[in-house]
Every structure is written in structure tokens, then in C-alpha cells.
């Protein structure tokens, strides 16, 4: 299923969920309204909960279908709400970098950090997520989560992303990566998707080329 909306006005709709193929994980202040259009779209368990305080649940953390990663400011409350919300590990990564998904890019198979994470922090991802874990930049930049929207069955990536970065995302995630945008020119993939290998809702000013084009990438009709 493919949706098309905005979260109280905003467009950007990945900010405020993740979806892997086994929950999403979203805001516990999202309206009635929000939270039926995502039930609806994934059909799967819900794990509602804020991170430090924020509802912007997809820039401070990341998940796959095997854990979570949060930041170190994530409230002991918010931490036990999570861990007996969620089927998967829980666990907080101490870094002064506390927007994970924003530098944190992963699916089932792989995943791709900040550069200036420390081996402690990197081998803790990797643990939490279940993947191996190695540092890279998207389109020359270091916050990989935000330039990218990876599946289990694709990617899109930042329109300026290099061959050499193209490479290393499909060899590392097992996916075919494509480049694009979102909501109208944006390229910060992530911020205006959540998908999973069988749906995804895109921001509401999303183009049709653009929701067409991701949706192919990604696998989803």
C-alpha cells in the first residue's frame, strides 16, 4: 500500500516514524487520525513512544527488524516504555551524535554510519541491529540516515550520491539504489519517507514522478 499525507501540516513524514518489516516504531503524540493512516498502510505493531523528549522519533534513532538504537539523552521512562513496547532490543548508543537517524543508515543486512563514530559505538550498532556495520558518507556528507530511504528491497538515495557510495550501499544492504528526491525537490529521501519492503507513506508534497519513481525503487505497487 502507498500513502500520501503530511503529520499535523509537515511533510516530512520520516521524522516522526520507521518502519522495518516487523513494527514501526512513531511518535506516541501523533493524532488519531495519523496513527490510523500508518496501521492502515503497514498492518503491523505499533511501538509508540517519544525519544529525549521529541517526537521526531526517525531523526534521533534508528531500527531495523532486529532492534532499536536511541541516543544516550533518551529518558530512563522513555527507555522502559520502549523496551516493553518493542520485540526487539533496545539500547542507547553513548555518543555526543544523538540525531541516529540522521547518520545511521540500515535495513536487515547492513548498515552504514557517521564517520566520526568510535569503535565502541560502531560495535554496539552492530550488536543492537545484527549487521555489520561500516562508516561512509552519501553524497559526500556524513548524516547517511537523512540521505537515504533503504529497504530490504531498495534504496534511493541523494541526487549528488557518487558511484563509489552507490556501490558500497547495494554491496553492504543487498539492495539496487537509485537517486531521487522527495517533496518537491528535497534530497533528504529519509525525512519524507517511511517504507518497508511491502508499503510506504511519502510527504504530501511529494510529485506523482517522484512517488512513482520511489515506489519502483523501492518495489512497492
Not at 565502541?120 to 555489520?132: G, M, N, P, Q, S
Not at 541523494?158 to 534530497?187: C, F, Q, W, Y
Amino acid at each position: 500500500m502507498i500513502a500520501r499525507t503530511d503529520f499535523e501540516g509537515d511533510s516530512n513524514v520520516g521524522a516522526f516514524a520507521i518502519a522495518t518489516d516487523r513494527f514501526v516504531f512513531l511518535s506516541s503524540n501523533l493524532s488519531d487520525k495519523s496513527v490510523a493512516l500508518i496501521e492502515k498502510t503497514f498492518d503491523l505493531p505499533l511501538v509508540r513512544c517519544t525519544v529525549a523528549t521529541l517526537d521526531a522519533v526517525g531523526i534521533m534513532s534508528a531500527a531495523n527488524s532486529n532492534g532499536i538504537i536511541v541516543p544516550y539523552t533518551i529518558t530512563d521512562e522513555e527507555l522502559a516504555v520502549l523496551r516493553r513496547a518493542a520485540d526487539v532490543p533496545v539500547e542507547w548508543i553513548d555518543s555526543k551524535m544523538t540525531a541516529l537517524g540522521n547518520i545511521v543508515l540500515t535495513n536487515d543486512t547492513g548498515a552504514i554510519c557517521h564517520p566520526d563514530f568510535d569503535t565502541k559505538a560502531r560495535r554496539k550498532i552492530a550488536d543492537t541491529l545484527d549487521v555489520e556495520v561500516v562508516e561512509g558518507t552519501i553524497a559526500g556528507l556524513p548524516i547517511v540516515g537523512s540521505t537515504t530511504i533503504a529497504t530490504n528491497s531498495g534504496a534511493v538515495v541523494h541526487p549528488l550520491t557518487t558511484a563509489d557510495e552507490m556501490e558500497l550501499i547495494s554491496e553492504l544492504l543487498k539492495v539496487d539504489v537509485e537517486v531521487g528526491t522527495v517533496n518537491r525537490g528535497s534530497p533528504y529521501i529519509r525525512l519524507g519517507v517511511i517504507a518497508n519492503t511491502d508499503a510506504m507513506i511519502v510527504g504530501a508534497d511529494t510529485t506523482g514522478v517522484e512517488l512513482a519513481h520511489i515506489s519502483q525503487a523501492l518495489g512497492i505497487v
